[in-house]
């Protein structure tokens, strides 16, 4: 069946993932890369449309300036950015302790989508809770989340 087709597929990429030698792929930093990756590309994509005047934006009246989105976006990506860089220089430095044991055998495709689900139920809670904290918090809320709120319209990297 279906299950079977996909659990294939997920075993074929692992495959030559591993024959080919990738030995990023153990660095405990190569999701957190992921991440950012994907992250940057959505800040990006949004930094288009607003660029662009896009008329799928939901608040139309309100077009954020370049210096405001240079403003929001630099600081994120260089802080961001920095943190994937050190853990990847860190990698380098000290591989055997900074990499992880990739099984074997590949999981299952219902066992890919658990792990999945599983992650963004995590991220999800600890994002909620750096939120919070970035209200609760005076010093962080004052300093660093306040530039978050000064805008009254959300855009890609406020």
């Known amino acids: 069946g279906g299950l079977e087709v996909m659990d294939e597929a997920v075993a074929w990429t692992y495959g030559k993932c591993l024959e080919h030698g990738m030995p990023y792929l153990t660095n405990m930093y190569f999701e957190a890369t992921l991440t950012y990756l994907v992250w ?3 800040g ?5 449309l607003d660029v662009t005047r ?4 939901i608040q139309k ?3 954020p300036t370049n210096w405001e989105m240079l403003s929001c976006a630099v600081p994120q990506i260089i802080v961001y950015g920095l943190g994937v860089v050190i853990g990847w220089v860190q990698w380098v430095k000290h591989p055997q302790e900074m ?6 055998a590949p999981p299952t495709f219902i066992e890919m989508i658990f792990q999945i689900v599983v992650t963004f139920l995590i991220f999800d ?5 750096q939120h ?3 209200h609760t918090v005076p010093w962080l809320r004052n300093n660093l989340h306040s530039v978050h709120h000064v805008f009254s319209a959300p855009f890609g990297w406020a």
């Open 44 to 48: 990006m994509y949004f930094t288009y």
């Open 125 to 129: 809670f600890v994002m909620y809770w």
């Open 40 to 42: 940057f590309a959505t």
């Open 132 to 134: 919070r904290a970035l």
């Open 61 to 63: 009246d309100y077009w």
């Open 99 to 104: 990499s992880q044991v990739i099984q074997e």
């Open 54 to 57: 896009s008329p799928t934006k």
